[in-house]
Every structure is written in structure tokens, then in C-alpha cells.
């Protein structure tokens, strides 16, 4: 259930109780994709740095270790000691991403496994039954993610085979969650508004996906190729046609400075591989803008990565100089700490999001932290 505590302009205070637990929102969801984060980074770890919710990924689960042997270990959260809320993709990206080795149907899409080149068939009942099997608290229904770059006539198709994925998505969740050996019987689905960037096709999609009452709904094919500016011309668009008593999830959105603008716009949930992926090669993010480690001018300086920061690599005084020495000598607790830094950060970026739309003061917030970051250091 979300309820909407309040809101500033068109930005949102929420929370989203499951049965996992309770979400604040807006909230950042830690990408695991294959029940793991990149970086050494254990659960204990994750709960130590403030997060809420964790995301993982259906199609690489479901290659590796397999979704039926996940069932067998009692599920997601069991397999992997997480007793907080899990979201899992439902593998539709891939049908983005691995462009050349897959082929689009009405039933579904067949993929080639980027492992070992094997074929997989995925289509709406295939996913819901693997992110059933893991049991994870939200489950995302199965689309295709088009290229902003796409011609209007393919998004058009591709919008409505979605639509008519979603409807199949749903009726095989409510009979996958009427069964007895079913992990989790209280699995939510989100839907899916896609469009690329076609302000009306988007709206159209918004409301009719609104019309199946879902527990939420996101916005998906965003920051795949078009500019900052064409992805918050579309939020401003599409925001206000799904139902505001539900979460809105942008996903795989992004830097520090989208999420303040897309929050702005009133979005309620946000992932993105950014501040994992730049932790393992040498980059964090910090209240005055990232910066990269591996600078020559940091190999002497004393200070934490960000000072004042409560991460457990910042708390415990680990320099940027020791830092950036661990990642030329290519030693893994460089990653580790950098991983935790900037996880650290997205997730109290989020607690001081929430804190100012509780304190009536979102605006001053979003302009200082805004001009914080364009200063750099």
C-alpha cells in the first residue's frame, strides 16, 4: 500500500508498506543484479549504510544460478540473507541491450545467453514465473524497452504489444500468487509506460497502463541514448498522467543531479549501476561533484573522500591518498571502500531529499545541492 504524505510542487513524500517491510520514498534501490553487489559489499554492509530496498536482475538470475534453484533455497531473500524489499527487473531491458542476439514475437522474444550462446524464450507467463520462483516483494512485467533513437511507426507497435504484455503479465501473476508453493503470495507487479521520446505516445501508454491498477507503475527506456533535457521534457509529460496515490519508478536513472530533478517531477523510486560501477574504478560522488582518485593531485592528500561524509570508509579515516594507492596497486579493498562510499552517498541523498520535502524546504534544497555539485571541489 502507498500512502502520499504530503508533497512540494509536484514532488512526492511517500511510503510503500509490503511485506518485506516499509519504504520511504523517494528512495534509491542498490542494483545487485545477480544477488550481489559489485565490490565486495555483503548485506550487512548494505543495511550499515541506510539501505532500503535492493534490486536484482530476472534474466541473469534465472541464467545463473538459475530461478528454480533460488526457489528451492527458499527464495531471493533467503538465498541471499536480505530480509528488507526486493525489486527484480523483469528481463525486458535485455531485449534492449542484446539487440543482436535476440528476436521479437508476439509470445515473446527469444534470447541467445550471452554465457554460453544457448537459447532462452522469455515472454510475459516465462518472467512472472521466474521472479515468482525468486519471490521477490516487487516484481516488474515484462516490456520492450525500444531505442530513444526508434522510428515513431516501431514505437508504436512496440507500445502496444507492451500494453498487451502487461495484461498477460497480470493475469499470470494472480494465478502464480494463488498458489500454495508460491514464495512470495504477496508479490506486487509494476507496469511499465514506455514511448521513447513521443510525448503523446507516452501519455497515451500512462493512461491506459493506469487503468489496470497496479500497485505502481515506471517509466522505463529513459537514459538510453537521449539528452538530460529530452528525458525531463518526457517526465514533465508523463509524471502527471499515472496515478499520483501510486509509486512512480524511473529506472536506471542516474546521476546525483537526475535524481534531484526527476524527484522534482515527481518521481518516487530510482536505480542506477553509477555509483557501483564508478566506485570500482576509481570514481565518487560527493556533495561538491564527483571526482576521480586516480588524479595524481590526490596521491598525497590526507583528507577522507568527502569530509564530513558517515560512510564507513570516510568515519574510519581511510585517506584519499591510501585510496587511490589501492586502486594502482589493483587491490580489491580500494573498490570495496569506494563502492560503500558512494553507495553511502545515493542513499542519504535520498534521506536528505525526504527530510527537506518533510520540512516544506525542497526548493532551497534542490538550488543549493544543484549549485553545490556544479562547483566542484
Not at 37 to 61: A, P, R
Request: net charge negative.
Amino acid at each position: 500500500m502507498y500512502e502520499l504524505l504530503k508533497t512540494c510542487g509536484r514532488a512526492k513524500r511517500g511510503r510503500f508498506t509490503t511485506v518485506h517491510g516499509v519504504i520511504e520514498t523517494p528512495v534509491f534501490m542498490n542494483v545487485g543484479t545477480i544477488a550481489a553487489i559489485k565490490g565486495g559489499v555483503s548485506t550487512e554492509d548494505l543495511k550499515t549504510i541506510g539501505t532500503q530496498v535492493q534490486l536484482s536482475n530476472t534474466y541473469h538470475l534465472h541464467l545463473r544460478p538459475g530461478d528454480e534453484v533460488v526457489k528451492r533455497m527458499g527464495g531471493l531473500h533467503k538465498f541471499m540473507i536480505w530480509d528488507r524489499p526486493i525489486l527484480t527487473d523483469s528481463g525486458g531491458f535485455q531485449v534492449f541491450s542484446l539487440a543482436d542476439i535476440r528476436k521479437i514475437k508476439e509470445e515473446g522474444v527469444t534470447f541467445r545467453s550471452h554465457i554460453d550462446g544457448h537459447k532462452i524464450f522469455m515472454g510475459p507467463e516465462e518472467s512472472m514465473r521466474i521472479q515468482s520462483n525468486l519471490g521477490s516483494t516487487i516484481a516488474m512485467a515484462f516490456d520492450e524497452c525500444p531505442s530513444a533513437l526508434a522510428e515513431r511507426d516501431y514505437v508504436e507497435q512496440s507500445v502496444d504489444r507492451t500494453t498487451r504484455w502487461l495484461r498477460r503479465c497480470k493475469a499470470e501473476m494472480e494465478r502464480l500468487n494463488s498458489l500454495d508453493d508460491t514464495v512470495n503470495r504477496e508479490q506486487l507487479l509494476f507496469g511499465i509506460n514506455q514511448g521513447a521520446i513521443f510525448p503523446d505516445i507516452r501519455k497515451r501508454h500512462a493512461m491506459e497502463i493506469a487503468e489496470l491498477d497496479l500497485p505502481g507503475y515506471a517509466v522505463g527506456g529513459l537514459a538510453v541514448g537521449e539528452s538530460h533535457e529530452q528525458m525531463y521534457g518526457i517526465l514533465d509529460e508523463v509524471v502527471p498522467c499515472l496515478p499520483q496515490n501510486k509509486p512512480t519508478y524511473l529506472m536506471g536513472v542516474g546521476t546525483p543531479e537526475n535524481i534531484i530533478e526527476a524527484v522534482d517531477r515527481g518521481v518516487d523510486f530510482f536505480d542506477c549501476v553509477y555509483p557501483s560501477r564508478n566506485g570500482r574504478h576509481g570514481h565518487a560522488y560527493t556533495r561538491h561533484g564527483k571526482m576521480n582518485l586516480l588524479n595524481k593531485k590526490y596521491e598525497t592528500d590526507p583528507r577522507p573522500i568527502d569530509e564530513g561524509c558517515g560512510c564507513p570508509a570516510c568515519s574510519a579515516g581511510y585517506s584519499r591518498a591510501y585510496i587511490r594507492h589501492l586502486f594502482k596497486a589493483k587491490e580489491m579493498l580500494g573498490m570495496r571502500l569506494l563502492t560503500l562510499h558512494n553507495l553511502y552517498f545515493y542513499n542519504h541523498l535520498m534521506e536528505d531529499i525526504r527530510e527537506a520535502l518533510d520540512n516544506d524546504s525542497f526548493a532551497e534544497f534542490k538550488k543549493a545541492a544543484l549549485e553545490s555539485m556544479a562547483r566542484g571541489e
